[in-house]
């Protein structure tokens, strides 16, 4: 994942605390991002500094246009929930981190084993 400046960094907190869901499938968390095609730009950010996260759409649907970005499983617990740890917190915005760290919570096995594969891969753990 390319690293990000400061901006992008401040630039993709607000859009998640302003449109992100936070969430998961029932086995692995998920971060989503939905929002009106006319912000086609902003998602081609995204994948650019997100390259393994998915952008879905456009969708037209009930009368409206959107694209859907997911950043999920591996890609979330490596790429984005490092970007908002000790970040995102009730002095920034309550609601958002309370969503966060509900995510968290309910798949904290899935969060708790893909960081252990990682120190793996990474060669900065133990091998099993």
Known sequence: MPELSEFDHGLFLG???GEGSFGGDG?????TLRMHT?????FRWLERR???SRLYGPYHHGG????QWMARGRTLVRDVLPLLEGVLDESVDGHAARRLREMCDRY?????????RLQVVEGDGPRT
């Open 27 to 31: 086995k692995q968390p998920q971060v």
């Open 50 to 52: 997100f390259p393994d």
């Open 64 to 67: 409206r246009s959107y694209f």
């Open 15 to 17: 859009l998640l605390i």
């Open 108 to 116: 904290a096995g899935f969060i708790q084993r893909e960081r252990a």
């Open 38 to 42: 006319r912000h086609e730009a902003l």
